[in-house]
């Protein structure tokens, strides 16, 4: 895995540890002994560290977390590099991430090409720098850059790594660069010491503010997160401890953290969404289609914020309307999206029309008979997807993949009205397009396996999560929600307002809950006035009172026209105690507890339901949807994964318990879950 040579004066120390070059056991083990051999050989004055593969390290070794520590501390290895007697340059390309940067700031020197990124992504874990990450960069890049970046998550560029003094040089070759250095080093003999360094700290004392100010900025992202608390407070010590002190402070943190349930379960989190990625029956190496045009279908809000994504990437989108009004306004909307990046200055306005120069708008299907991809994003109707898919069929060249946008509907439906249902499947964006980053591939009965394989290669490379569905109504995510507003909606029937509903939701750690969220969306998806029923049902109701949600000013809520803040309106308790009284329902108090168990368990019992029927490959790919798409607090790993730590025996009780007092058929049991429980088993022992 470590590799030694010297050349020309220089001791390289190659790592070798695919994919991602992790700091296993092994790699510790041989950098270790790699490092002390070379710091004794005479014939070396300076050591040059340098990866096999496509990166550098990209951190340490996350499998091997929770288990006990094995082989040589990566501690031992760091005081090894940083107290060598002789010059260490380490040599950087791909992604120098976590452990690997925190292995390169114990190196007196370092290097990297344009290219390399670099980042503390610890945060995504639960977890913070753990190996002088947080003492060290601070020395480096100053403060508020490091907090920054450690609390993100997020890499920088080469540039910015040269300009903030993370790297000393950015070289052409890698290992051309990287000797060059090392002789340079090695004549000049200088050792530099990043825990030596303390002007930036001083810079830092002289604004006390400082910390306070980035609390308050992270508090809306951070709430429920324990880690960023943790990495701020670690920074802070870099100002009042000594460098040792320091160190030993961030090791008593990450220790909290790593064990903690949170850690436990966005490490879980960053496995599933791999897992994700891999379709059993469809190996790595299935040919896939090149897609280097799209056609899109529908100008609304999925439609444009779809060809988004494409436009982004480079790939030219040819975009249809039924009439031209529809279609102007949906380029409008694209090009307004991307204005505000000029604003902001992620973009300048001759970008934006580079960008807008790739779509090219069209009121004719037959414009996109030359695409690699159609997807179509018309109106939620079959009928209409039928027509369009008809049409298609007879239009699109042979060879072409064919997608559905519906959120809901029976693809395998649209496919069979085609003569090609080998080449269909859908495509489930979720709103707004081209910022979520989760999409459900829904594979139909007759989608080839080069069909799927591109849809999911394609997704990754527009920078999204893909997980296969099969076809069932509102496939994983959707299906799941309805499951959950039934319930929300029971509650508050039964006694319970729409605010507390929401708290408990939002408590639990989702970004806001159902009755906020119907607000959000608009109460009257679905709405039609002429057959409203708001004598039974409160959104019916809210809709004909002109309530239709946040577009209209108020739904559940009042929103303040200025902040959007929201205010419960007591009216609105009024009216569902009279749709209450409509239906018949016995009205009382109920606990907190109860209503989250009967929103979640709801979605459980139907998650299970959904792998009974084979309708997801995997437990985690359902937590992988709800985490990505629906704001389920990923330190709580998704709906599966906390099913698992409540223990499927409890859950099923009380599901039985929900159902004696039912009616109906709501609270039947999944099958999965009574076989899992009298096997005594969990969501995880599924292979
Ligand atoms: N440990 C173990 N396995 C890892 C890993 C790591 N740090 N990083 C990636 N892998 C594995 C993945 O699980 C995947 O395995 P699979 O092929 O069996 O599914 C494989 O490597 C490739 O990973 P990706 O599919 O993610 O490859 P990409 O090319 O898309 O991305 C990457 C590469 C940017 C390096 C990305 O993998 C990544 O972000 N990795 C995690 C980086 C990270 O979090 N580092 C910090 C670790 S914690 C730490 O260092 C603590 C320290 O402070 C003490
Ligand atoms: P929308 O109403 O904003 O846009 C639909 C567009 O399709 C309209 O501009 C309409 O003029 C156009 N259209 C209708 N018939 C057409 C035809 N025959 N040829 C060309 N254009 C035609 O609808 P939206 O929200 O964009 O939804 C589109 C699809 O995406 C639906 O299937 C919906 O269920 C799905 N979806 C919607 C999400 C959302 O949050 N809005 C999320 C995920 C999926």
């Not at 051309?176 to 930036?200: I, N, P, T």
């Amino acid at each position: 895995m470590v590799d030694l040579e010297i050349q020309d004066g220089v001791a390289i120390v190659t790592i070798d540890n695919p994919p991602v070059n992790a700091l296993s056991e092994g790699v510790r083990n041989g950098l270790s002994e790699a490092v002390q051999k070379a710091d004794a050989d005479d014939s070396a004055n300076a050591i040059l560290i340098i990866c096999s593969g496509r990166t550098y390290i990209a951190g340490a070794d996350i499998k091997e977390f929770g288990k006990p520590p094995t082989g040589v501390s990566l501690f031992d290895v760091h005081d090894a590099m940083e107290g060598a007697s002789k010059p260490i340059v380490s040599a950087i390309h791909g992604t120098c991430l976590g452990g690997g940067l925190e292995t390169a700031l114990c190196c007196h020197y370092r290097v990297a090409v344009a290219s390399a990124k670099f980042g503390f992504p610890e945060v995504h874990l639960g977890i913070l720098p753990g190996a002088g990450g947080t003492q060290r960069l601070p020395r480096i890049v100053g403060v508020e850059k490091s907090l920054d970046m450690m609390v993100s998550g997020k890499p920088v560029n080469a540039r910015f790594a040269l300009e903030n003094g993370l790297i000393d040089e950015i070289v052409d070759d890698l290992f051309e660069g990287g000797m060059a250095f090392a002789k340079k080093a090695g004549a000049e003999s200088k050792l530099v010491r990043v825990r030596d360094s303390s002007q930036k700290l001083d810079e830092a004392k002289a604004d006390p503010e400082l910390f306070d100010r980035f609390r308050k900025k992270i508090a809306r992202k951070a709430r429920g997160f324990d880690a960023p608390e943790a990495i701020i407070q670690c920074v802070e010590d870099t100002l009042t401890h000594s460098f040792d002190d320091g160190i030993q402070a961030e090791r008593e943190r990450f220790m909290t953290l790593v064990s903690g349930a949170k850690s436990e379960a966005q490490r879980y989190y960053f496995f599933a969404e791999r897992q994700a990625n891999k379709i059993p029956d469809v190996p790595k190496e299935t040919e896939t289609i090149a897609i280097e045009k799209v056609g899109m279908i529908g100008a609304g809000t999925m439609g444009g914020g779809i060809s988004m994504n494409f436009l982004s990437r480079g790939i030219p989108v040819t975009i249809v309307e039924s009439n031209q009004e529809a279609l102007d306004r949906g380029v409008s909307v694209v090009r307004k999206n991307y204005m505000r990046g000029v604003k902001s200055g992620r973009i300048t306005e001759e970008g934006v029309d580079q960008l807008m120069a790739l779509l090219t708008p069209s009121l004719s299907l037959e414009d996109l008979a030359d695409c690699d991809m159609v997807i179509e994003a018309v109106f939620e109707n079959l009928d209409l997807k039928k027509e369009v898919f008809t049409k298609l069929d007879g239009i699109v060249k042979q060879g072409a993949v064919l997608a559905t946008n519906s959120s809901a509907l029976d693809v395998d439906a649209i496919a069979a009205v085609t003569q090609r249902p080998e080449w269909v499947l859908g495509t489930h964006f979720f709103s707004p397009a081209n910022i979520m980053r989760l999409l459900e591939i829904v594979r139909a009965e007759k989608t080839s396996k080069p069909v799927l394989a591109t849809a999911m290669g394609l997704a990754r490379k527009l920078g999204k999560v893909p997980v296969v569905s099969g076809v069932c109504p509102g496939f994983i995510g959707n299906r799941i929600l309805f499951k959950r507003e039934v319930q929300a909606d029971k509650l508050i029937y039964e006694g319970a307002t729409p605010w507390e509903v929401d708290e408990v939701i939002y408590n639990f750690g989702f970004p806001m809950g159902p009755f906020a969220m119907g607000d959000l969306a608009g109460l009257d998806i679905g709405w039609d006035a002429e057959s409203s029923r708001g004598e039974t049902e409160i959104r019916h109701k809210l809709c004909e009172l002109g309530r239709r949600g946040q577009k209209t000013g108020s739904g559940f809520y009042n929103y303040d026209p200025e902040t959007r803040a929201k205010t419960p309106e007591p009216e609105v308790e009024k009216l569902i105690s009279e749709i209450s009284g409509n239906l018949g329902a016995t009205r009382r108090e109920i606990s907190k507890e109860e209503i989250l168990e009967r929103c979640l368990y709801a979605m459980i019992n139907e998650g299970a339901r959904i792998l009974e029927e084979g309708m997801s490959q995997r437990p985690s790919d359902i937590d992988v949807v709800w985490v990505n798409g629906y704001g389920w607090p990923v330190y709580r790993g998704g709906p599966m994964y906390y099913a698992d730590t409540i223990g499927l025996d409890r859950i099923l009780a009380k599901i039985k318990e929900f159902q004696a007092q039912d009616n109906d058929d709501f609270w039947q049991p999944s099958a999965l879950i009574e076989s899992l429980v009298s096997e005594g088993k969990g969501f995880k022992d599924m292979a």
